[in-house]
């Protein structure tokens, strides 16, 4: 079952409350931040001619995609189906599972979400990897059809392994054999190719990220020539993350982004060297943290790893006053460590502090809701409450 | 507001499941290990005639803790106020707060279940470590009995820095200047020394988390000699872990032991060469995941650090078949990498297979539920399912 949408976020007791009624650890979106992100990938994919697709596994908020989605995306992907059912559930029309399900009583789940975002007038679409995720997806969706009794289609991306080295066949004729799979299936569309370089995101120069996407290219273009080759044509590439997507824009050969960090701009995509094509993205998710014990070397705050994911590095100390220079260290799973530079001083019991999170995606997945502020993180005011609805969306 | 309780769990639609129905990825305990851990720690307890008090920050679900409370556990720890909460709104009646809170409106939450637990017969402890910590907690505490008409004390314990390098004084003369401020305020009761090393805990050699643990010895009982100087008591040192529990409890100075993984035991406690004197605890959680991609040089799996937490290192491949030999690499948010050991085979497309998490606790906290097993976890059937009532307890 898919968790209640996000309805009515206003009547939070925390809206309108200044940010000192927000209790720690807590994680908060900077909304002015947040919609300069938001207008500048808007414009970004404007001035390139190109789809994007908002990554909702990142924020898990239905309200959040709709409102990427008031800002010109198309939708969304996600890669979990209980993550689809979530973004269907609060409104959003056009989902897409950018991952392979195989189990046949989830791919009965996605076969009904199918059915029921196309009776809504949207659409959902999928990525396989094989043969047998091809048969079992037609299987589902006919058993899908035959209890509803309204026929539906699904859109279906054949991923192929453009160097991430996870899920894909291999760039080639291994790409045309699923798609002319799926084509003998009159309920699954062949939607195109899932094409996605997920270490080109974090490589830290310009140049790097280009010639492994630049690589990238070359095999989804054989990939495509193999498929037309056959008689299929191929409507859309669709790939990329926040830190290569200047690279996939400017190819030619992708048709759609599927960058979702841009948004909220971690810790660690912050250490990537800027493309000067790439729009300035600025930190907009904080974890508010209170420090809790001081002694002479050091001071604790109340936010460890399970307020924040440390898989890309531990977070940063944001200063909006500039007062304090101090640096994080790992305090286990409730505490932080915190030591100030050279010459500044520690802040002291009690003081309220600001992390920029190493990696938002599985740090947003810690929390129950996002608070958002309006105004600053010094002297704003919490707006609204976004509702984490596909948070712990694992199957 | 405490999650609701943990009532009724056998009427969850997975009770009386073949293991076969469990959903990936999910979180499955082994309640035949379980048990046995249980019963080994009761015994060792008991054997050396110490108090234990599980820490729930682990499991965070109160139906477990009182499971240990029933094996003879005093109660439980926690490090968070809404932790404590959800422990005593499910029925645990001995709550200590092993850790320091300084915001006013959280001492106002503590001190209100410190008078909920006296109203039901139970009772509320928490760490301190500075002067103002302690004014702060007896203000709250001041409050809540007007606003409750009943009093209530609630049992206070100096935490001392004994070699962890978090919180805590430093042993010694501070320690005795909190327990004579404690003692001036007739709500807090000095309930002891909180003296915990959790570094300790995953020295890998027995000889060296002696020899640690006999350095915090030192520490304690200097500290204890300095407060019983000035005419205090002190009832209890309380601490410990899994790593290093049986130095503590050789001591003959702790009189409580912490421990918590014990009940799990992850990988990284694995890894720990174990003392002779410490009881041979097993492997009871594990993450189910299936196979859903595959290529020539690798599987990938439907588990990744969104299942699992990686702070301790990455998931063992359990093999209860014996059949693969496979080491788990990291995939991102929702992908395991499997790669054959030499000789070794891949698991097919659809394969299920059982990881040992890393680190237990924050792993737990990812997931909304523990489906407990019994029969094993090829041939087992779902017994129970435990909320984890605390996940997300973050305040």
Request: net charge neutral; aromatic share 4%.
């Amino acid at each position: 079952m898919p968790p209640p949408t996000n309805a009515q976020p206003e009547t939070h007791p925390l809206v309108g409350q200044p940010v000192a009624a927000i209790d720690t650890p807590a994680l908060v979106v900077d909304l002015d931040a947040m919609e300069r992100n938001l207008q500048r990938m808007a414009e970004f994919a404007r001035k390139h001619g190109i789809r994007w697709r908002a990554h909702a596994k990142m924020h898990k908020s239905a309200a959040i995609a709709l409102l990427q989605v008031r800002s010109g995306a198309v939708g969304v992907c996600v890669q979990k189906t209980a993550e689809a059912e979530a973004m269907a559930a609060g409104g959003v029309l056009d989902v897409y599972i950018s991952n392979e399900v195989v189990a046949p009583h989830k791919l009965a789940r996605v076969a009904r979400l199918a059915h029921r975002l196309a009776a809504d007038g949207g659409r959902l679409g999928i990525a396989v990897d094989s043969l047998e995720g091809i048969e079992r997806l037609a299987a589902a969706m006919n058993e899908a059809r035959l209890a509803t009794r309204t026929p539906a289609v699904i859109d279906v991306y054949v991923e192929i392994d453009v160097g991430q080295g996870r899920c894909g066949v291999p760039p080639g004729p291994a790409g045309a054999t699923l798609a002319l799979a799926i084509r003998r299936h009159p309920a699954l569309r062949f939607a195109g190719l899932q094409a996605y370089h997920g270490r080109a995101q974090h490589v830290r120069s310009p140049a790097e990220r280009r010639a492994l996407i630049a690589r990238s290219s070359e095999q989804v273009l054989l990939t495509c020539r193999l498929i037309e080759a056959e008689g299929v044509p191929v409507p859309l590439v669709t790939g990329a993350g926040t830190g290569s997507m200047v690279c996939e824009a400017a190819s030619g050969i992708w048709g759609e982004l599927q960058a979702g960090s841009f948004l909220f701009m971690d810790a660690d995509y912050a250490r990537n060297e800027r493309d000067p094509a790439q729009p300035a993205f600025e930190h907009a998710l904080f974890v508010k943290t209170q420090v809790v014990s001081t002694c002479a070397q050091h001071a604790v705050c109340d936010a460890g790893h399970k307020s924040h994911a440390i898989d890309s590095g531990l977070p940063l100390v944001h200063a909006p006053d500039g007062e304090h220079v101090l640096e994080y260290a790992n305090g286990g799973d409730e505490h932080g460590i915190l030591r100030a530079a050279p010459g500044a001083r520690l802040p002291e019991l009690g003081r309220l502090l600001w992390l920029v999170p190493g990696h938002c995606d599985p740090t947003v997945n810690l929390h129950d809701q996002l608070v958002g502020v309006r105004g600053g993180l010094l002297r704003g005011t919490v707006e609204r409450v976004f509702r984490v609805d596909a948070r712990g969306a694992l199957t």
